[in-house]
């Protein structure tokens, strides 16, 4: 299995300031055709949870510009470039190169 | 528009099967490259896939859940079913069904429905 690695795990931001989570696959991600298997989650509580960014750094239809993904070799980080109030939760990665897909741990952004 | 309902009973006791309908509109099940797979949410536990099936047939399971899950599909009428057997306490929480895309050009799992939430208690 894919292990998936995020840090940090908590993430005190103040509203305006940026922040960024890393996720570090066990394995690569890529595809046969070059792309990264790699998707950006925001769970709220009560919520299902919402894709942000799909195949590392495409964002998701309706997603706000100010969140974006990267990826620099095997390493994906999805940056947001000014917190806002209502970007609260917990944010997950997860890969889809392989079955089982699997998810990093969770990092909860709180707003300080 | 894609749409995707979750539904099914939200108390089961210990050893029973639960049975879960993903019930979707927007996409078909026929077309190359589409599934429709399942995650979970325990109380305050991170997300945990389960099951996918694609649009060929083929079904890929977590290996964590050891041969109690099945997923079948049918495509006439914009379903998928999820079925694991010998519930336990710690089955509780949030079921979530998801669109999952994945061709040469693009790929992702997307999570529109509500989620069921789902108590094991005796």
């Known amino acids: 299995d894919i292990v998936m690695t995020q840090s940090p795990l908590s993430l005190p931001v103040t509203p305006g300031e940026p922040a960024s989570i890393s996720c570090r696959p066990s394995?690569?991600?890529?595809?046969?055709?070059?792309?990264?298997?790699l998707d950006w989650y925001l769970k709220k509580p009560g919520q299902s949870p919402q894709l942000l960014i799909y195949?590392?750094?495409n964002r998701a239809s309706g997603v706000p510009d100010r969140f974006s993904g990267s990826v620099s070799g095997t390493d994906f980080t999805l940056k947001i470039s000014r917190v806002e109030a209502e970007d609260v939760g917990i944010y997950y990665c997860?890969?889809?190169?392989?079955?089982?897909?699997?998810f990093g741990q969770g990092t909860r952004l709180e707003i300080k | 528009q894609v749409t995707l309902k979750e539904s099914g009973p939200t108390l089961v006791k210990p050893t029973q099967t639960l049975t879960l309908t993903c019930t979707f509109s927007?996409?078909?099940?026929?077309?190359?490259?589409?599934?429709v797979g399942w995650i979970r949410q325990p109380p305050g536990k991170a997300l945990e896939w389960l099951a996918l099936?694609?649009?060929?047939?083929?079904?890929r399971y977590s290996p964590s859940l050891n041969n109690r899950l099945s997923i079948t599909k049918d495509t006439s009428e914009n379903q998928v079913v999820l079925t694991m057997t010998y519930m336990d306490l710690a089955d509780t929480g949030t079921y979530y069904c998801?669109?999952?895309?994945?061709?040469?050009?693009?790929?992702?799992?997307?999570?529109r429905g509500q989620g069921t939430l789902v108590t094991v208690s005796s």
């Open positions: 997860m890969q889809a190169r392989q079955t089982p897909i699997t």
């Open positions: 394995e690569s991600l890529m595809g046969s055709n070059g792309h990264n298997y």
């Open positions: 195949l590392g750094s």
């Open positions: 927007g996409f078909s099940l026929n077309t190359g490259g589409v599934g």
């Open positions: 099936i694609y649009w060929d047939g083929d079904e």
């Open positions: 998801g669109h999952y895309v994945t061709t040469m050009t693009t790929g992702y799992f997307d999570f």
